[in-house]
């Protein structure tokens, strides 16, 4: 399967625990974003990755979460000290390096922090 | 800022029925593309079409057409002679050409498709 790969895909965790989730984008792909998703809601942009470089972040990026992408291959993103509010569908996706094509998304890992 | 917005949170029609979702934009941007997902209950977003912002010709692909209109910075996806396959969330989504975080998406909040037998 070439497509983009997440791991896990469903995470239960206690409030107050660190939980590191796995991306693993298309082989030729240069590009990965991650994504957050609520229920009944649109993805919206957490960070993005131009090979191993972190070019933006969103305000929605608390100082708890952080992403890396070493060597430009997987990514890992990381929440510190879980809280409810981060429940939430973490989406995973990837693009080639032109601006004009369209970005392929992982299946997800749904977080439920209890 | 730029903004997406899709007002039909749900449709429901029987099969074979067309169906159309509505998608309104905003960016400052004069150069950006606009692109339709499809998210069934598995969770994976499937891209199905995109658009950028200097042709406004409408195409069709196999059921799926769309109707891009700069003037009233909207782009309508519909879906012809539906499936119950179809039922799906639908979003819509835009990102600027130019800029540096590649394609990053403003995604809209979404329609609920369902397509009943």
């Known amino acids: 399967d070439t497509g983009v790969s997440q791991d896990p895909r469903h995470k239960i965790t206690k409030r107050g625990q660190n939980v590191t989730f796995r991306c693993d984008p298309i082989?030729?792909?240069?590009?990965l974003y991650w994504y957050r998703q609520t229920l009944g809601q649109g993805p919206e942009f957490l960070t993005y990755?131009?090979?191993?470089?972190?070019?933006?972040k969103s305000r929605l990026l608390s100082d708890r979460f952080s992403a890396e992408r070493p060597k430009g291959s997987f990514s890992t993103l990381e929440i510190q000290r879980t809280e409810q509010g981060d429940s939430a569908m973490y989406l995973c996706?990837?693009?080639?390096?032109?601006?004009?094509?369209?970005?392929?998304f992982g299946q997800g890992t749904r977080l439920t922090v209890v | 800022a730029q903004k997406v917005t899709q007002a039909q949170t749900e449709i429901s029609v029987v099969e074979k029925e067309d169906v159309t979702l509505d998608c309104v934009y905003e960016?400052?941007?004069?150069?950006?593309?606009l692109f339709w997902y499809k998210q069934p209950p598995s969770g994976e977003l499937v891209f199905l079409i995109r658009?950028?912002?200097?042709?406004?010709q409408n195409e069709i692909s196999g059921r799926y057409s769309w109707n891009f209109q700069k003037s009233t910075s909207s782009f309508n996806f519909t879906i012809t002679a539906s499936q119950v396959v179809d039922s799906a969330v639908y979003f819509c989504?835009?990102?600027?050409?130019?800029?540096?975080?590649?394609?990053?998406?403003?995604f809209g909040g979404g329609t609920r498709v369902l397509v009943k037998p």
């Open positions: 658009r950028n912002s200097f042709d406004e």
């Open positions: 960016t400052r941007d004069t150069t950006y593309y």
């Open positions: 996706a990837s693009s080639s390096g032109t601006s004009d094509t369209e970005a392929f």
């Open positions: 989504a835009l990102s600027e050409a130019l800029r540096a975080a590649g394609n990053k998406l403003t």
């Open positions: 082989s030729e792909h240069n590009r």
């Open positions: 990755f131009q090979n191993e470089a972190q070019l933006e």
